[in-house]
Every structure is written in C-alpha cells, then in structure tokens.
C-alpha cells in the first residue's frame, strides 16, 4: 500500500526520499553489516562490495574493503567518543593524510557503487547530481 502512495505522489522522488529518510532515521549506517541489510531488506538490492573493492584501488578483495570500512568506523566512533587517545595512554594516536585520503577513497567507491546498483535496479535518476571530481590517492 505504502508504495501506491509514493507513485500516486505529484513528486515520487520525493516521497520514496522521504519514505527512506523515515525507515533510516533512528539506524546508523556505520558499520558494514548494517549497510548490507539495509541494502537487502529497505531497497531490495545486494551490497556492491566486489565492484566498490574493484573501483577503490589498492588491489583489494571484497572482504578487505569491508574490513578498511569497518575499521574507519571504529576509528571514527574513537574520535568521536574517546578523544582519539591511545589505549592506556595520554596521548592522541596518530593520523596520517594518506591514511585519510585512503579511507576517503573507500567510502567514496562504496558509495558509487550503491549508487550504480540503485540505477540497475530502479533505472536512471533524473536529478543525480554529476560528479565533477573524485577523490585522488
């Protein structure tokens, strides 16, 4: 019923936005495991994990970006929550640009690809914003 209502809408983009926007409101998307089931179970698609591997370099497998996306994750929520402190320690842990950039790089591929797993399964987007640069490393 609820997806009559979105085509029935005078702006279905919108609606369908709006309908995500409510069923994702009180979920995190941080960690990989609730990316891919909430790829599955809201927008019936599976998680592009081989191909966003593929388009972020560094010859890495599915299982490996999944594990650099999980990792920029911890580090985030350490931030984030833990002032960035090394464990039993004072002092900040160390960051590097590369290190940065990299991460960037990761959630950037990902997030092309579920962009072209969404345009798969539901066709093109009137609207998509076109990308003028992507990130380099």
């Known amino acids: 019923m609820e997806a009559l209502k979105i085509l029935a809408h005078p702006n279905p983009h919108k609606a369908i936005a709006e309908f995500v926007a409510e069923k994702l409101s ?33 010859s890495m497998n599915a299982t490996q970006l999944k594990e650099q996306l999980d990792e920029f994750s911890d580090r985030r929520n350490q931030i984030a929550h833990k002032g960035d402190v090394k464990p039993g320690t004072k002092s900040p842990e160390t960051i590097s640009r590369d290190w940065v950039e990299r991460q960037v790089r990761y959630v950037w591929a990902m997030g092309e690809a579920i962009c072209d797993e969404l345009a798969k399964a539901y066709g093109p987007k009137r609207g998509r914003p076109k990308v003028t640069s992507r990130p380099t490393g």
């Open 26 to 58: 009180g979920t995190t998307l941080q960690r990989t495991a609730m990316i891919e089931d909430n790829l599955r179970a809201v927008l019936d698609i599976q998680p592009p994990w081989a191909s966003a591997a593929k388009n972020a370099g560094d």
